[in-house]
């Protein structure tokens, strides 16, 4: 699993591959598969860089999956991708999506004797500079996946989820954010 680019090295979207590894010198390629590759679109799994986030189980494989388009917020997705693997092909089989948390960044005052850069592109903080405070809301699982009695449960974000392996269709959801924050600080999650 990683980045596909084109021939000048440009990516153009998350892919999954499929090596013959009989012998280890001089492994061959025999399927790829590019989950997106339109323009202005960028695709990531955090099992790029968290193993703990992959499953495989009888030819399956499932990951957390991540699609943002800069142009039209309706072609995003934030879930997990569930993959039927061979030697044969890689073919998709559903996605199961998850609500995303967005951080917020309320602007505060910098004292002019601050010494945190603000907002003057100068690199010093001077009189009338805002900067950015972070703000990060609710509870934040792991993107993890799990199979139970045949259904597939997956979390990530503020929701975990319980998915039917036969159908793709949704058993159960549960939000485990906290609504009930006394946290004037708190902000909320999109659903994508």
């Not at 399927?31 to 799994?45: K, L």
């Amino acid at each position: 699993m990683g980045q596909e680019a084109n021939e000048t090295g440009s990516i153009i979207g998350f892919q999954i591959s499929i090596f013959d590894l009989s012998d280890t010198n001089a492994p061959k390629l025999l399927q790829r598969h590019v989950v997106e590759n339109e323009e202005n679109t960028y695709s990531s799994s955090a099992s790029e860089w968290d193993f703990m986030a992959t499953r495989v189980v009888n030819g399956r494989l499932i990951i957390p999956l991540d699609i943002d388009n800069w142009e039209d917020e309706t072609k995003a997705f934030h879930g997990f991708a569930v993959f039927t693997v061979s030697e044969n092909g890689i073919q998709e089989e559903c996605r199961i999506a998850h609500k995303v948390q967005t951080m917020i960044y309320p602007m505060v005052d910098v004292a002019p004797d601050s010494s945190v850069a603000g907002d003057s592109g100068t690199g010093d903080a001077i009189a009338g500079d805002v900067m950015p405070g972070m703000c990060f809301c609710g509870s934040e699982l792991p993107r993890r996946s799990m199979i139970f009695n045949g259904n597939l449960m997956t979390t990530q974000g503020s929701t975990v989820k319980s998915t039917d392996m036969d159908t793709c269709a949704g058993v159960w959801e549960l939000d485990v954010s906290n609504e009930n924050a006394t946290n004037t600080n708190c902000c909320g999650y999109i659903a994508y």
